[in-house]
């Protein structure tokens, strides 16, 4: 892929389609690993769970709460929390193929009634006012044209009071024109700065409680993305042919060494004002 030939992608549920099962490199998941310091020697797969995690504990969802998870993936991460906690959760995504493979997964975990995951628009959710007691966003925020419309959707569903949490991309180095091309071939949009994130988590009527912010604990990720590609690529080629594993390794040597030099990470914590 040359750079000319870079477009921005405009449908993110149809890239989601394509990309389809080669999340399996990431066991599924579709956001980063987690590592507690340089010298940490946990595998890809146990520090994307340990991020779970780490973001579960922060939306500290109780026995009978029900949970909304927009931009679910395949619902791995719901269906690790609902392994976790009897509460409910319903995922949303805007990809038709996740909302298979995740209900799929769903039942093949015995979750059948706890998790849902439905086709949905973030920027629109088919939701009631506050119906749900916590809302997450986990790495789905940097598809959003209108990060702040996102963001006051998830608040006008959030029952008062309720934990709203999100992992967001943090530009800390500025990114050239090129590489902002590369990002939405990848259908990213550019990440902002920290200080612009918050604000525009502050503004959509989110109250910040904590900020856990993680660039050097998740850049690892990068590099461990294409060895476990490598390491499987026999497996991967056969499952989902040459061609297009070779395709995904080219677009992801283009865009993962731009978020592993530039690019942080932030856990946002925050909740529904109670009035
Ligand atoms: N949270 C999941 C997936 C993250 S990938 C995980 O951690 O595994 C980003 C997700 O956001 C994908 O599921 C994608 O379909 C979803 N997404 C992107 N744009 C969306 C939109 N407009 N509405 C709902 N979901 C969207």
Redesign the pocket.
């Known amino acids: 892929m040359s750079t000319t030939e870079l477009r921005p992608v405009e449908d ?2 149809g890239f ?1 389609d394509q990309m389809g099962g080669l999340i399996e490199v990431m066991g ?4 980063v690993g987690y590592w507690h310091d340089d010298e940490d020697q946990t595998p890809l797969l146990e520090a994307i769970n340990r991020l ?1 995690d780490i973001v579960g504990a922060k939306v500290d969802l109780q026995p009978g709460q029900h949970l909304l ?6 619902g ?2 719901a269906i690790r929390l609902g392994q976790r906690v009897e509460a409910r959760i319903t995922g ?4 038709d193929w ?1 909302v298979q493979e995740a209900t799929r997964r769903i039942k093949a975990h015995g979750l059948r009634g706890q998790v849902e995951v439905e086709l ?4 629109d959710l088919a939701f009631e006012d506050e119906s749900f007691d916590a809302v997450l966003l ?3 925020l940097q ?2 044209t209108d990060r702040g419309q ?1 963001l006051r959707e998830a608040v006008r569903v959030a029952r008062r009071g309720a934990r709203v949490v999100l992992t967001e991309f943090i530009e800390e180095i500025p990114l050239r024109p090129d590489e902002v091309e590369i990002l939405r071939a990848g259908a990213m949009h550019p990440p902002l700065r920290y200080r612009e994130l918050l604000e525009v988590v502050g503004a959509s009527g989110i109250v910040v409680d904590d900020v856990l912010d993680c660039g050097d604990r998740i850049r690892r990720s990068y590099p461990g993305y294409f060895d476990r590609l490598d390491r499987h690529r026999d497996h991967l080629v056969e499952a989902f042919g040459e061609e297009r594993v070779d395709m995904q390794r080219e677009a992801m040597s283009t865009l993962l060494p731009i978020y592993r030099d530039k690019i942080g990470y932030l856990v946002v914590t925050g909740h529904k004002p109670r009035r």
């Open positions: 993110i549920g989601y599924g998941n579709i956001h779970t998870d927009v931009g679910c993936g395949v791995m991460p949303v995504t805007i990809s996740q949905g628009d973030a920027a986990f790495q789905s598809h959003a996102w």
